[in-house]
Structure formats: C-alpha cells, structure tokens
C-alpha cells in the first residue's frame, strides 16, 4: 500500500511559477512510475506527466509541454512538478498517482494509487 500526500499547490497570477511535491510512504516508491494528473471543474480528470522509475522516461501532455518539468528524487520518496509560465487555464486540481510498475503510462486507469489533490489557482 502507497499513501500520497500532494503539496504546494495555491493561488497565482498568469506567467508565474510554482512547485507541486508529492511525498509517498512505502519502501517501493523507486520502483513505481509516478504521474500528474489534474482536473477543472466540470472537466474529465487528464493526464499532466508521468515519469518512470528511475527517471529515464518521461511523458508530458502537449498543452504542458516546455513549461512543466516533472522530477523524483526517490531518496526523499518524492516526486515534483515545476509548473512555470503558469496560464489561467491550468487552474485545476492535481492529483499525484503511483503506479505498480516501473514503466509509465499516461492513462489514469494504469494507475494504482492516488493522492488527494491540491488546489492550482491561476488568475490572469
């Protein structure tokens, strides 16, 4: 079992920077893949980026891409997303998943485990 527990999440305005941490429990949290999913209301649950579990491998959704980084550091059992250039329309919730694999996917049914999110807020 892998508890998530999302951080960094607040209000910003448009072009600004911020820092999601995921922390994880568990000693298996190297051999996971992680992601970043988000969701607006009213809107499906989409995927953000995934990375796998020694960060070779790392997927972004194209309306990030160039402006997210995703990142772990699987000594601190904690995976990060540097958000920068941050528009009105990534406000959302996001979530932090962990899958029972080493090797990432983008879909969110391919995860197993699931934070409870934090609030992103971007205002313009």
């Known amino acids: 079992q892998v508890q998530l527990v999302e951080s960094g999440g607040g209000l910003v305005q448009a072009g600004d920077s911020l820092r999601l941490s995921c922390a994880a429990s568990?000693?298996?949290?190297?051999?996971?893949?992680m992601g970043w999913f988000r969701q607006a209301p009213g809107k499906e649950r989409e995927f953000v980026a995934a990375i796998n579990w020694n960060g070779g491998s790392i997927y972004y959704a194209d309306s990030v891409k160039g402006r997210f980084t995703i990142s772990r550091g699987n000594a601190k059992n904690t995976v990060y997303l540097h958000m920068n250039s941050l528009k009105p329309e990534d406000t959302a919730v996001y979530y932090c998943?962990?899958?029972?694999?080493?090797?990432?996917?983008?879909?969110?049914?391919?995860?197993?485990?699931w934070g409870q999110g934090t609030q992103v807020t971007v205002s313009s």
């Open positions: 998943a962990a899958r029972e694999s080493r090797t990432a996917v983008t879909a969110p049914l391919g995860y197993d485990y």
């Open positions: 568990g000693r298996t949290f190297s051999t996971y893949a």
